[in-house]
T-cell receptor
Framework: NAGVTQTPKFQVLKTGQSMTLQCAQDMNHNSMYWYRQDPGMGLRLIYYSASEGTTDKGEVPNGYNVSRLNKREFSLRLESAAPSQTSVYFC???????????????FGPGTRLTVL | ELKVEQNPLFLSMQEGKNYTIYCNYSTTSDRLYWYRQDPGKSLESLFVLLSNGAVKQEGRLMASLDTKARLSTLHITAAVHDLSATYFCAVDPQGAQKLVFGQGTRLTINP
């Protein structure tokens, strides 16, 4: 199993450009998440998807959109990139639910994004 | 607003010593998580603590949870260099795995 995969690993954008970060998991998890990590800070939740077909905002959703394409894939889109969106982006998945109370989130390798 | 605060933020210690990282949070939470992150890498799950008084141990690491005090600790016993990393705690206040992370504790263990 590959676990959680993300593409690309690195990306440099100019202000105003758009891009989509891709995430896929092969663990048959229902829930998927997008976080950003800034220097000296913990991770902050951008958006999450509790199940296929549903998405909801997290702590810092402004400037982002998401799509839960199917159970495996959850993409994050920056429509008009800004320097404040320079960060490391992590995707995660989990088997959330009453029958999986002990489960944790499994994280992808991250995408390092720089917006100039 | 929920706050999750870790203490200390930076910790440099010698091999063989014991130390504790503290994680305080400001509201009730269904569960608490500990993760490890090596430089430039992703996060690796260490522990999931589900109830008051929960204690879990893995090798030289032991985590505990006191929900009444809204406090979790990560205790390191006889530290070794391989434990050098950044450690994060995270809480799940809504029970929906919308995790709120602490700032992280950067641990450096010197020979």
């Amino acid at each position: 199993n590959a676990g959680v995969t993300q593409t690309p690993k690195f990306q440099v954008l100019k202000t105003g450009q758009s891009m989509t970060l891709q995430c896929a998991q092969d663990m048959n998890h229902n829930s998927m998440y997008w976080y950003r990590q800034d220097p000296g800070m913990g991770l902050r939740l951008i958006y999450y998807s509790a199940s296929e077909g549903t998405t909801d905002k997290g702590e810092v959703p402004n400037g982002y959109n998401v799509s839960r394409l199917n159970k495996r894939e959850f993409s994050l889109r920056l429509e008009s990139a800004a320097p404040s969106q320079t960060s490391v982006y992590f995707c995660a998945s989990s088997e959330y639910g009453d029958r999986a109370r002990t489960d944790t989130q499994y994280f992808g390798p991250g995408t390092r994004l720089t917006v100039l | 607003e929920l706050k999750v605060e870790q203490n200390p933020l930076f910790l440099s210690m010698q091999e063989g010593k014991n130390y504790t990282i503290y994680c305080n949070y400001s509201t009730t939470s269904d569960r608490l998580y500990w993760y490890r992150q090596d430089p430039g890498k992703s996060l690796e799950s260490l522990f999931v603590l589900l109830s008051n008084g929960a204690v879990k141990q893995e090798g030289r690491l032991m985590a505990s949870l006191d929900t009444k005090a809204r406090l979790s600790t990560l205790h390191i016993t006889a530290a070794v260099h391989d434990l050098s990393a950044t450690y994060f705690c995270a809480v799940d206040p809504q029970g929906a795995q919308k995790l709120v992370f602490g700032q992280g504790t950067r641990l450096t263990i010197n020979p």
